[in-house]
């Protein structure tokens, strides 16, 4: 028998319609932080759009401000 990831209490998951939770209320509590985004999932991706548009500064050979013709 595992133990519910938000109260602790243990859970018996054959025929729990909740499981891994023990009640619906720890699985909407569960399901709440994910919306809040309490939670996060590690990624090497940026963390928006405007920092993925911004060239990082070792990304360049330098010269930051190219001549213009």
Known sequence: MK???ICNR???RAG???RPFCSERCKLL???AWVNEEYTVP???P???EEAATPHP???DG???PARS
Do not use: I, K, M, Y
Request: with cysteine; net charge negative.
């Open 43 to 45: 990624s090497d991706e």
């Open 10 to 12: 243990p859970v018996e």
């Open 30 to 32: 569960d399901f709440g």
């Open 47 to 49: 963390a928006s759009f």
């Open 3 to 5: 133990n519910c990831p």
């Open 16 to 18: 729990n319609p909740h």
């Open 63 to 65: 010269d930051e401000h």
């Open 58 to 60: 070792a990304a360049g």
